[in-house]
């Protein structure tokens, strides 16, 4: 299904007038406006190929109906998604549950709908039909060199897939480790990951990444072979320097001060990537922004300043991309509540007076710097968001137009109610 540019205006003009009052209200008292329109209509966020499907829990998965069938629908879901709300023009691709068999094809399919091609995901965490052997103990750190090597095999023959596709960066997330002490030597389960991932490295086209994602725990409960930002800092450390650490919201354990690990890993150069989600306990699979949305205003904040220092493009030098897998809402209205929430947070970091935080900072005026940080979070930046949709095409409120337009009914008439997208 597709929304015509008509149907989004139509929308908009009952929105228009109520929208630019607010809109000329908040960018009265921001001084660099057009500047932050700019970065907002700039910034991207891909969406994974297994988030238009509705997740499951390890209890039960319920599916709501209408979900992509395959890899068409799914570029054409975020197709969907995009028009509305200009901002998720990338997709993410999980080999073997999208490969595309005819790569021109969904290449052309992806140019029509205005999507690039963002990072490859490969998938050593589950055992697939015809494969030879089983990654019950691991992948890449397997105590077995023809378990490895097949990892290995894998994850080479996923950047064939990305390079026929334009992508220009695999993620690796090994759910390798131990759930009950002794079962691993943690030191050989280190150096055998590291060299199967130098092999895969070795692989990489020249203009090619390589994202470490590192996880707590979970499948693993005792140990995680690449379970904190330190351990992946030690990989993509050895690796070289296309190998980046790539940080999961949901990949902590409670209470970790993510800020402070992008600000310290953007320093050392080795920031790649960011997975967006939310969680109350754990790897929740929440939509992000709706647990703790001020944790992620100052994840921004740390974002953009550690950019700026470096210079980096904020929408193109790190892959931005949400990874989330909810089992209760439509797939599509979340992805819509989770850009927004991204694109609120960056909004507020990017309105945050960092001149006179810093001069706080010097003076170590704690409650100035407070202030500043505070004032920027509560600030209603929605308009702005609105406003720069507005400018490249997009609706002023894409969740009422999904709705008033029955997206959801159309998909299901479309591809009836007991379709599942792969996935988990
Ligand atoms: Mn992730």
Known sequence: MKIEKEKIQQHNQFFLK??????????????????????????????????????????????????????????EDIGLLNALNTSSGAISLHIPWDIPSNASHIQKLAAENGLKFDAMNSN????????????????????????????????????????????????????DG?????????????Q????????????LPADWKMFVEYKAYEPNFYSMTVGDWGQS??????????????????????????????????????????????SKYGDDDLTVGSIRPYQLFLIFNELIEGMDARNMHHANDLAWMIDASHNIKDPLEDLLQSVEAIMIAYAQALIVDRKKLSEAQNNNDVVTAQEILQHAFRTDVRAIIAEARLQKGGAISPLIVYRNEKVREHLLKERGSKTIATGL
């Not at 759930?179 to 943690?186: C, D, E």
């Not at 990989?235 to 993510?258: C, Q, R, S």
């Open 18 to 75: 109520e929208h630019k009052n607010r809109f000329e209200f908040i960018a009265a008292g921001i001084n660099n406006v057009l500047v932050i329109l700019q970065h907002l209509k700039d910034f991207q966020v891909a969406i994974p190929s297994w988030a238009l499907g509705t997740g499951g829990t390890r209890f039960a998965r319920f599916p709501g109906g209408g979900e992509p069938r395959n890899l068409e629908e799914k570029i």
């Open 124 to 175: 050593t965490f589950q055992d697939q039909p015809d494969q030879k052997l089983s990654y019950k103990f691991g992948s890449m750190q397997h105590v077995d060199k023809a378990v490895r090597k097949q990892a290995i095999d894998h994850n080479i023959e996923v950047i064939k897939y990305g390079m026929e596709l334009g992508s220009s960066s695999l993620t690796v997330w090994l759910s």
């Open 178 to 190: 131990s759930s009950f002490p002794g079962q691993l030597n943690f030191r050989k389960a280190f």
């Open 192 to 203: 055998n990951t590291l060299e199967s991932l130098q092999e895969v490295y070795a692989a």
């Open 233 to 278: 800092l030690l990989y993509t450390n050895k690796l070289g320097d296309k190998a980046y650490t790539l940080v999961d919201l949901g990949h902590h354990l409670p209470n970790a001060n993510i800020e402070q690990i992008v600000a310290l890993l953007l320093m050392e150069k080795k920031l790649g990537g960011f997975h967006f989600n939310d």
